[in-house]
């Protein structure tokens, strides 16, 4: 992962929960609050690679979990 986007994560509290590849697609999952992550998003934005799709949902005590998925091509 690049070092802008670890940075990135410190900056607005934002973790990553885990890194899962298969075949040829990849998910990351990612955890913090919700304004958090989308500053994370916006901010890491150029360093990612193109998303092929995304999930959000609940996670415990007021925290987001963000699963985004993306081509192993792409990486």
Do not use: C, I, W
Not at 2 to 18: D, G
Request: glycine share 6%.
């Amino acid at each position: 992962m690049p070092a802008t986007v670890v940075s990135s994560m410190k900056r607005h509290s934002v973790r990553l929960v885990f890194y899962r590849q298969t075949g040829k697609s990849a998910q990351m999952q990612f955890e913090g609050n919700y304004d958090g992550l989308v500053r994370f998003l916006s901010a890491a934005r150029p360093d990612l690679p193109r998303l092929d799709g995304f999930l959000m949902e609940r996670g415990a005590k007021n925290l987001v979990k963000l699963t985004v998925s993306f081509a192993v091509a792409a990486v």
